[in-house]
């Protein structure tokens, strides 16, 4: 039997641990949420990159002089770059065709710590049925790995963490939970279970340290957008560092809210 556990901070992530695994990386305020909403909107491929200085490095490079620069530097713009990390940003302008290299502050260093992984998916609330699913096909151990911040826990990337849990223990495939994955899913549906309404999630991600600093940057859209879940069947997928999607999503049911207001 295969297992399911969690990784809590991309500084917890090393090699031994994620080798040849399944792994999922999760940051849901705001890069993978971010990642998943370009792709939606037409992008065709992101390059994580873990500092600035690195991707004005890799923009120099003839094969990535086209792409656009975006990320964010401690939740804030970066000079010159063409965007932020706001998933709100890449509703607004056309990423057909355009190639993105994002840096963030933790996302995208989860990222590049999980190269010796077998497959890496990018996961958000905004496409979770869809890695649960993925999760149930790994032939191997999955780790779903969190992002959190500053190398402390975040609630948010734990709630996403457990609505994946929650989707495998409800589930036909049986999978061996670790009492982390166990704590997750029990987080998750204990939530659901005593919700009067839809936007209980919403206003857990609004309390948490990332979404007080969101709303005091004047950001409080990009939490509703980021607490959707299952808007897209999108899959994106990081390989050979690079993230491109594996399944075309269907554009006008996972259209998301914010981008139609
Ligand atoms: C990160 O990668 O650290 C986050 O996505 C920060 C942010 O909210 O921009």
Redesign the pocket.
């Known amino acids: 039997m295969y297992n399911l556990d969690i990784i809590l901070t991309h500084q917890d992530i090393n090699v031994q641990a994620v080798k040849g695994k399944a792994c999922v990386a999760i ?1 849901t ?3 993978t949420s971010t990642i998943i909403t370009a792709l939606i909107h037409g992008c065709p491929e992101i390059i994580p990159v873990s500092s600035v200085t690195e991707a004005l490095h890799l923009k120099k490079n003839k094969a990535y002089q086209d792409y656009l620069l975006g990320g ?1 530097i401690e ?1 804030q713009y970066i000079e010159n770059f063409h965007l932020g ?1 706001s998933p709100i940003d890449y509703c607004n302008i056309s990423l057909q065709g355009r190639g993105i290299i994002l840096s ?5 260093r989860t990222l590049k710590k999980l190269k010796e992984a077998r497959l890496v998916v990018i996961c958000a609330l905004l496409n979770a049925r869809t890695v649960a699913e993925w999760i149930t096909e790994q032939e191997s151990d999955v780790i779903i790995c969190c ?1 959190g ?1 500053r190398g402390n826990f975040s609630l948010e990337d734990f709630l996403t963490a457990g609505r994946l849990a929650a989707e495998l223990r409800a589930g036909k495939k049986a999978l061996a939970i670790s009492d982390l994955a166990f704590t997750a899913a029990a987080f998750y549906e204990n939530i659901k279970k005593s919700s009067t309404n839809n936007n209980t999630i919403l206003k857990i991600l609004k309390n948490t340290d ?1 979404g007080k600093r ?1 709303i005091k940057a004047g950001l409080e859209a990009d939490i509703e957008h980021c607490s959707q879940e299952d808007i897209t069947s999108l899959l994106p997928q990081y390989k050979s560092g690079s993230i491109k999607q594996l399944e075309i999503p269907d554009l006008k049911d996972s259209m998301p809210r914010s981008s139609v207001i």
């Open positions: 940051d305020l705001r890069a964010e939740g990390n963030t502050t933790n996302g995208t992002s911040r990332n969101l």
